[in-house]
């Protein structure tokens, strides 16, 4: 059974900065891209942010140049670092991950259970 874990979420006052984490854990054969997505009330979850196993890095238009995606393939988990926070980054940030848990086994998607960012003005 694979599990994501996250953590780091908060309230945090507009300007300020916080750092997600995410843990992929169980049977896991090889992680392949791995991501944060956002999801504010009414609205339909988006792409935050995401990294392939070689690095390679994408972003919303609404956070390049403020947050920042890493991993650590060694430990199976990705890392958001959100600086310049605004009210409109509020949301349940969920961590997804592609993965294959036995060597043949087809790339599967999996979520977290979200943790919840809410900037004050």
């Known amino acids: 059974q694979v599990q994501l874990v996250e953590s780091g979420g908060g309230l945090v006052q507009s300007g300020g900065s916080l750092r997600l984490s995410c843990a992929a854990s169980?049977?896991?054969?090889?992680?392949?891209?791995m991501g944060w997505y956002r999801q504010a009330p009414g609205k339909e979850r988006e792409l935050v942010a995401r990294?392939?196993?070689?690095?390679?890095?994408d972003y919303a238009d609404s956070v390049k140049g403020r947050f920042t995606i890493s991993r650590d393939n060694a430990k199976r988990t990705v890392y958001l670092e959100m600086n310049s926070l605004k009210p409109e980054d509020t949301a349940a940030y969920y961590c997804?991950?592609?993965?294959?848990?036995?060597?043949?086994?087809?790339?599967?998607?999996?979520w977290g259970q979200g943790t919840q960012v809410t900037v004050s003005s």
């Open positions: 997804n991950a592609l993965l294959l848990r036995v060597v043949g086994d087809s790339e599967n998607t999996y």
């Open positions: 169980g049977s896991i054969f090889r992680t392949n891209a």
């Open positions: 990294i392939t196993g070689g690095g390679i890095t």
